[in-house]
């Protein structure tokens, strides 16, 4: 009888030990460095170099690449090594409790961070619709150009439009699941024939093909939200910017490789020197149940993908991640990244301000108030493919919002990250107060921009004043600076006509609705919202 026991024992030992499971493998150090800090170039595209500069940001050794005779030894020892992270300075492998032990014992090896957190059995792979909500409802062309305007209007973004800044020069990466007809579809004409598609990677399958029509169009939604362009029907939230689009979400299954795609993305999205990362994916289940996280796991440091994320941060980049659309399940809570405390992290909202119903709850497992603002998620309106369509959640409410920051970091290139995340939280609906599933509220754009630029809000509201408004009529403008010019602008940034340099104008022949008076006096510009009765 023991040694019948002996041998279960052995066999259920045996079987344990060759279970494989996905591990990143730390070495201890880059022993070629220093050839990369004589020349950055060789790692780092003048771009990325560029926003280091601006912002203060100094090299270190996250940013020299990978010693390439430890890869190569990691191969030696049998193992097929695909995904790599210089940020987090090893390989990701998957191995065996023996392979393990073998592997922390190499001389070039820190340590061996394994992907499951909380042991357990393998569990019944979980099949299901990622984007069940999104899939839901997309397919819809038959919305006019007003709805997909309020989305742009509740964000109070059109005051940066009709300032110029709708994101030129600024670099966008969008980290979703693939974009199919972006390549061809005309809602993306504009930003292909002007050359603002400046390149794109498939991490998942490791090749260019990121526009194939079998890829889930996740992305091209998400795409569509900041940079589509439909004449007479729809405009993005910042259509001028430059983008780079990487696949990192296998949209059939749910797997932890994934968090090492993002990563490989960002830091790819780091070298082109991208201002702004958009992704609009997030993580805390998987089909192998091993490797599943708890609510105390979203504390913004647990997760492998929260930690780059905010490496990425540290780079110079704005990173915004959807909250996740958890709020009607049992899970409830945010996904990471979105739990990063550097992480600018985006809830949804419905036309009318109130929380979107599926918008995943915050804060974080230790407190940090989360999301950090909303932006409209539910019927989010895009163009794709030929046309516009809407579709609901926090998937789409991040782009929204991403488009937004773009424009600002365009108004205000010298600004740290940390300081627009600051300002964008304290100009939003809420704040000081906040809610779990809205952060701090409706994010307003055109309020952070009067509160960046040369004069202060409180010093513009002194300087210059609009009343009656709304306004019936007419309306005066007051201001103890002289006034060089004066136009009146519609909600679509059209310029409708230049008014004369007196104080009061007649707008007695002008619909009812919103309008925009943008003021230049010799001393500073204003844009201010013009109600007409």
Known sequence: MKKILSVVILVAYGFVSAQTELVFVYFKDKPNKAAFYANPTSELTQK????????????NDQDAPLEQSYVQNIRNLGFTVTDYSKWMNGVAVNATALQITQLQSQPYVNTVERFIKHGGKIGTPVKRNKFEKFNNTEGKIDFNYGQGLAQINQINLRPLHIAGFTGAGMTIAV?????????????????????????????????TDIYNTSLNNHGSYCLGTIAGYVANSYVGSAPDADFYLYATEDAVNEIPEEQLYWTEAAEEADRKGVDLISTSLGYYDFDDARYNLLYSDMNGTTSFIARTAQIATEKGIFVLAAAGNEAQNSWHYIITPAD?????????????????????YGPNSVGVIKPDASARGTSTFMGYNNGVTSSSGTSFATPLAAGAVACLLQATPTKSRSEIRDLLRQNSSLFPNHTDPMGYGILNLGKVLNATLGTAESSTKSNLNIYPNPVK?????????????????????????????EKTNNIENLEKGVYFVKVKTEKNEYIEKLMKQ
């Open 473 to 501: 009529s007419s309306f005066t403008i007051t201001t103890s600076e002289k006034i060089l010019s004066m136009e009146l602008y519609d909600t679509l940034g059209r310029k409708l006509k230049s008014l004369t340099n």
């Open 340 to 360: 990063n405390s550097k992480v600018f992290t985006v809830g949804a909202v419905t036309s009318t301000g109130a929380s979107s119903s599926f918008s995943s």
């Open 175 to 207: 980290i979703d699941t693939g974009f199919p007809t972006v390549n061809t579809g005309s809602a993306y004409s504009r930003i292909r024939n002007s050359g603002q598609i400046k390149g794109g990677y498939n991490f998942i399958n490791k090749s």
């Open 48 to 59: 990325s170099l560029d926003r280091r500069t601006r912002l203060g940001i100094a090299l």
